[in-house]
């Protein structure tokens, strides 16, 4: 049972370089969500989804897309990278309250 | 929006001693409240959690109190040991645990 698989682990960009983080589950879980965490402010909340097709903003949604086309994944996309956005990037997926997180994805900004 | 604060930041305790992290949280509409521990390189996984029709909730050495009216929330680990050394996040919601808003961390350190 992989529970939620992050891809890639590590990643460096480019300013203005797009790119996309996967996230998916084998849980069947409805709700998965995204966070970042940032050296002493814990994890906040990016984007979230309670199910195929139905996504909405988190605490610090900007610079960041999602979409949800089925149940196992839910993509993080960076339309324009920036320094700003250098963090490590937790992916969950929820049932009864319960948050399963991935092993995260380390990316760089440069 | 909620606010949660967590407190230490660092705690370090000698093996077999107890560790107590606290947390506070703004919004009384929060009703479940988690326990994340993360070791180094690793995804946050649950330790315990406890919601808010309850007041305290054990699993082994490790126990959660809430005071709904003061808005609080406390960690506690008994006899310690060197793997607990870890960093604990609290964290509080009000949909049940979807959408968390999360503490700063305490970074727990046990020594033998």
């Known amino acids: 049972n992989a529970g939620v698989t992050q891809t890639p682990k590590f990643q460096v960009l480019k300013t203005g370089q797009s790119m996309t983080l996967q996230c998916a589950q084998d849980?069947?879980?409805?709700?998965m969500s995204w966070y970042r965490q940032d050296p002493g402010m814990g994890l906040r909340l990016i984007h979230y989804?309670?199910?195929?097709?139905?996504?909405d903003q988190g605490e610090v949604p900007n610079g960041y897309n999602v979409s949800r086309s089925t149940t196992e994944d839910f993509p993080l996309r960076l339309l324009s990278a920036a320094p700003s956005q250098t963090s490590v990037y937790f992916c969950?997926?929820?049932?009864?309250?319960?948050?399963?997180f991935g092993q995260g994805t380390r990316l760089t900004v440069v | 929006g909620e606010n949660v604060e967590q407190h230490p930041s660092t705690l370090s305790v000698q093996e077999g001693d107890s560790a107590v992290i606290k947390c506070t949280y703004s919004?009384?509409?929060?009703?479940?409240f988690p326990w994340y521990k993360q070791e180094l390189g690793k995804g946050p996984q649950l330790i315990i959690d406890?919601?808010?029709?309850?007041g305290e909730k054990k699993d082994q050495r490790i126990a959660v109190t809430l005071n709904k009216t003061a808005k609080h929330f406390s960690l506690h680990i008994t006899e310690t040991q060197p793997e607990d050394s870890a960093v604990y996040f609290c964290?509080?919601?009000?949909?049940?645990?979807?959408?968390?808003?999360f503490g700063k961390g305490t970074s727990l350190l046990v020594t033998p």
């Open positions: 964290a509080a919601s009000k949909d049940s645990g979807y959408a968390l808003n």
């Open positions: 969950a997926s929820s049932r009864d309250g319960e948050a399963f």
């Open positions: 919004d009384s509409a929060s009703n479940y």
């Open positions: 989804s309670v199910g195929a097709g139905i996504t």
């Open positions: 406890i919601r808010s029709n309850v």
């Open positions: 849980m069947n879980h409805e709700y």
